[in-house]
C-alpha cells in the first residue's frame, strides 16, 4: 500500500465536529414558506372528494394540477406521480402539499384537509401480489420486472445429481436512518428553478425536475447541502420530494422549505425490498456443480429502481462461487407499500445472505466444514461468472480466508459451545461485489469529469458526485494532488451546483472511487502535462468502460461488472439461552477492495457498513400491518448505537485494478454484504439448528428452541 493509502485528516471533519456544517434545514430567510404533504390514511383507494379547510391570507394549496410539465418522478419506468390522481396506491403517498409562512400554521392546516376513499382491496405480500386474485397494481400480473439468465445446463445438472438441496430464505425491509432527514429547500427567480438539499445524485434531481416542469435544462438547477448519510435512501427519493418543494416555489414565487421530520422519513420513505429467495442446488461428489436461484422481491406501489436494484441481486445469486450450470429468476412484485428502493448492497445483501446460509447448510449435510466447502467452490482467476463474464484478476479468496480464520481463531472457538452461561457461537461468510453500475449502466452514463486549473495555480474537481460521509471529500482530492504533486489544500472540491459541474453520474453503486476517481486520475494526469503556472487550463474526459469488457443487456450475458472486490467476514455471539437475545461480541474482516484510498477512511466504512448489515440480521424490524408499518419512529425500529458494536477486527489483501485510482476497487457496499449471513451462520452454531430468515428475533428463536425441544 502506498502512500495514498496513508490517512490523512479528512476534509469535512471540522466543521461537522464544530456543528458549523450546513444541512439543508439550517438555511433560512425571510419570507420563507414552509411546506407540509397531506398524504393519503389509505393503502390503496380511489379518491373521491377532497375537502380542503379555509386559507388564512398566504397560504396556498399545491396539487397534480400546479405540475408544470409532468405528473411523473423520472426513473426507470414513469410510473410514479409526484402527487395522486385519481388513485392512492400506498399509506402516505403524496395527494397534495400546503404551503405557508408559519409551520405550526401549515402543520394545523393540513391535518384539516379531508379526503373521501373508496377502498380497492389491497396486495401486501409477494404471495399476495404473486396470487393476482385482487385487481392488479401495476400491468396484468403485477411484475415491474420478471428477468431470467442461464449458464451451462442446469436440467442434465439436476437429472444428473446425487442429491437436490431446496430451500427458502426471506429478508425483510430495512430502512436507512441516515443522521439527516431528506429535504429540500426550492426557489422560482428569473424563470429559473433552483433547488438545495440533500441527496446523492444531483442530475437525477435536475432531469425529474426537467420532466415535471417541461423547462429546457438550462432553466434548472440543483445544488446539493451538505448531506448527513445517505446510504442509497438519498439516490432516487430525493426527486420526490424537491418537485414538491419546487412546484410551490414556482407557484408562489417564494423560497420554500420542505424537510421531512423523521417520523415521516422513517415511514414515507424508500426501504430496502424484502425479499423471498428459492434456491435449489445439485450436487453430485459433495460438490454444488447445478443451482436454480429464484428470487422475489417486494417492490412496492410503483416500480422506482426496483428492476436494477433485482438485476443486482440476481448477478449475485451464486455469489464468490464458481458453479457451472446454473439458471436466475428474478422478479419484482407491484404491492400496497411505500416503494422500496437503494439501500447500500442495492439487492445483493438478500442474494448473498441466501446463497451463503444455502452453502453452510449444504456443507453441514455432507458432513463437511464449511469454509473448506466453500473454499472449494470459489472462483478463481480465469473463471466464469454466473452471467459468463471472465474475471480477469487474481482471486485472492485463500489468502483472505486464511488470514480471517489466523486472526479470529476460527478453528480453535468453533470447538467452543458455551461462554459465560451463553450460547457460544462462530459464522463465516465469504463474498463479492460488482464494482460500479450493474450491466449497461457505466456505458449508457458516459459520465463526464473536469479539472480546471486556476491561474492561481489552484485545481478545482468539477465533478457531480457527492460528500454524504463516505469519504470523497478527502479521498479524490488525496488522488487529484497526487497525481499532480501539489498540497492537497490546492484542490477544491466543493458540493456539486449542476451549473458548475459536469454530470459524472450519481453517487451509488460503490462508483465514485473506482470509476469516477479513475476518471479523475486520467484527467489530471493529462492536466499534468498541460499545466502552465499563472494560467487557466480546463481538462474532461468522458468514461467508457475498458475494450474488453463486453455486455449484452437483452440477454444477460457477459461482464456485469468491470470488477469484483472481495471479502470475508467472521462473527462470533453469544446467545442467551433463556431469552435467545443475541449479543453480536465479535467481527472481523479481511477485504480485497483494490488499494485504500485512505486506510481511515476505509476502516470507518467496514465498521459502519458490517454494523449496518449486523442491524440487518438482528435487529432491525420494521413490520406491515393493515396497509402500515408498525415501526414509524426511532424509538420503535432499533438500530445498532455504540453500545451494540462488537469490537472489530480488519485487515486488507490488496488486489489493485488498473483502471482503478492508484488500484481502487469497491468499498461502500461491500462491507455490508457479508456480515448478515455470518451473523447467522454464528446464531445457527450457538443453537446447532438451520435459520432461513433475517432478522434473526429472539422471539422466533425461542418458537424454534421450543419446536426442537419437542
Ligand atoms: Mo446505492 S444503494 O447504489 O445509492
Redesign the pocket.
Known amino acids: 500500500m502506498g502512500d495514498i493509502s496513508k490517512p490523512v485528516r479528512r476534509f469535512d471533519a471540522p466543521e461537522k465536529i464544530m456543528g458549523t456544517a450546513r444541512y439543508v434545514d439550517d438555511y433560512f430567510e425571510e419570507e420563507m414558506l414552509f411546506v407540509r404533504i397531506v398524504r393519503s390514511t389509505r393503502p390503496r383507494a380511489r379518491i373521491k372528494s377532497i375537502k380542503l379547510p379555509k386559507l388564512p391570507s398566504g397560504y396556498c394549496v399545491v396539487d397534480k394540477n400546479d405540475v408544470p410539465g409532468e405528473n411523473r418522478i423520472k426513473m426507470i419506468f414513469d410510473d410514479w406521480p409526484f402527487f395522486a390522481e385519481d388513485v392512492v396506491n400506498f399509506y402516505g403517498e403524496p395527494i397534495l402539499a400546503i404551503a405557508g409562512p408559519d409551520r405550526e400554521k401549515v402543520y394545523e392546516l393540513s391535518n384539516a384537509v379531508k379526503i373521501e376513499y373508496e377502498d380497492i382491496p389491497p396486495i401486501y405480500t409477494i404471495e399476495e401480489s404473486e396470487e393476482n386474485k385482487r385487481p392488479p397494481i401495476f400491468g396484468e400480473n403485477n411484475l415491474f420486472a420478471d428477468y431470467f439468465y442461464e449458464k451451462g445446463d442446469p436440467d442434465g445438472a439436476f437429472r444428473d445429481a446425487d442429491q437436490i438441496v431446496e430451500e427458502e430464505f426471506r429478508t425483510g425491509f430495512q430502512e436507512h436512518i441516515y443522521l439527516e432527514p431528506q429535504g429540500m429547500i426550492a426557489k422560482y427567480e428569473d424563470g429559473r428553478i433552483t433547488v438545495f438539499g440533500s441527496m ?1 445524485c444531483p442530475y437525477y434531481v435536475k432531469n425529474a425536475l426537467i420532466k415535471a416542469f417541461g423547462f429546457p435544462e438550462d432553466r434548472i438547477r440543483v445544488v446539493q447541502t451538505t448531506t448527513g448519510g ?3 435512501g438519498k ?1 432516487e427519493y430525493p426527486s420526490q420530494i424537491a418537485g414538491i418543494a419546487a412546484f410551490c416555489a414556482y407557484k408562489t414565487g417564494k423560497t420554500v422549505k420542505l424537510v421531512y421530520d423523521r417520523a415521516e422519513d422513517v415511514e414515507f420513505t424508500t426501504k430496502r425490498h424484502p425479499s423471498r429467495i428459492r434456491i435449489k442446488g445439485a450436487i453430485k461428489d459433495k460438490r454444488v456443480v447445478g443451482i436454480e436461484v429464484d428470487i422475489a422481491l417486494n417492490a412496492g406501489a410503483y416500480a422506482g429502481l426496483s428492476s436494477v436494484v433485482l438485476q443486482r441481486a440476481m448477478f449475485a445469486a451464486t455469489g464468490a462461487y464458481r458453479i457451472d450450470n446454473v439458471r436466475v429468476l428474478g422478479k419484482a412484485f407491484a404491492t400496497n407499500i411505500v416503494p422500496l428502493g ?5 439487492g445483493a445483501p438478500q442474494a448473498i445472505f441466501a446463497i451463503e446460509t444455502f452453502m453452510n447448510h449444504v456443507a453441514k449435510k455432507m458432513g463437511e466444514d464449511p469454509v473448506r466447502f466453500k473454499l472449494a467452490h470459489r472462483y478463481k482467476k480465469g473463471d466464469t461468472t454466473a452471467t459468463g463474464g471472465l474475471l480477469r484478476s487474481e482471486v485472492r479468496l485463500p489468502e483472505i480466508t486464511e488470514k480471517i480464520i489466523e486472526m479470529s481463531e476460527y478453528y480453535e472457538k468453533k470447538k467452543q459451545k458455551e461462554k459465560d452461561g451463553k450460547l457460544y457461537g462462530i459464522g463465516f461468510s465469504m463474498f463479492l461485489h460488482g464494482c460500479g453500475f450493474t450491466g449497461n449502466g457505466e456505458e449508457v452514463l458516459k459520465s463526464i469529469a473536469r479539472l480546471k486549473k486556476r491561474k492561481d495555480d489552484k485545481v478545482e474537481i468539477l465533478i457531480s458526485n457527492v460528500e454524504m460521509g463516505q469519504g470523497p471529500q478527502t479521498t479524490l482530492r488525496k488522488v487529484v494532488a497526487q497525481v499532480l504533486g501539489i498540497p492537497m489544500e490546492d484542490v477544491i472540491y466543493e458540493n456539486p451546483d449542476t451549473d458548475k459541474v459536469p454530470d459524472s453520474g ?5 462508483r465514485t472511487a473506482m470509476i469516477v476517481g479513475g476518471l479523475l486520475y486520467r484527467v489530471a494526469k493529462e492536466l499534468k502535462e498541460k499545466w502552465k503556472e499563472g494560467e487557466e487550463v480546463v481538462v474532461e474526459k468522458q468514461y467508457r468502460h475498458p475494450e474488453y469488457i463486453k455486455w449484452d443487456q437483452s440477454t444477460f450475458k457477459g461482464d456485469a461488472y468491470p470488477e469484483y472486490s472481495w471479502g470475508a467476514n467472521v462473527i462470533e455471539v453469544e446467545v442467551d439461552p433463556l431469552t435467545y437475545e443475541i449479543e453480536v461480541k465479535k467481527a472481523y474482516a479481511v477485504f480485497d477492495l483494490g488499494t485504500p484510498l485512505d486506510k481511515k477512511i476505509i476502516e470507518g466504512q467496514i465498521h459502519g457498513g458490517m454494523l449496518q448489515g449486523i442491524g440487518y440480521a438482528t435487529l432491525e424490524v420494521m413490520e406491515f400491518e393493515n396497509g402500515r408499518f408498525k415501526q414509524r419512529t426511532i424509538t420503535d425500529y432499533i438500530i445498532p448505537t455504540a453500545m451494540d458494536a462488537p469490537l472489530f477486527e480488519t485487515d486488507l489483501v490488496v488486489e489493485p485494478y488498473k483502471n482503478g485510482p492508484f488500484g481502487a476497487k469497491c468499498a461502500g ?1 461491500l462491507t455490508l454484504v457479508g456480515a448478515a449471513p455470518a451473523v447467522c451462520a454464528a446464531v445457527e452454531d450457538a443453537l446447532g439448528i438451520n435459520l432461513y430468515e433475517i432478522p434473526i428475533r429472539p422471539e422466533k428463536l425461542l418458537v424454534l428452541m421450543n419446536k426442537e425441544d419437542n
Open positions: 446523492q445517505g446510504f442509497g439516490e437503494a439501500f447500500r448492497g442495492f450519481p453517487t451509488v453503486a460503490s457496499e
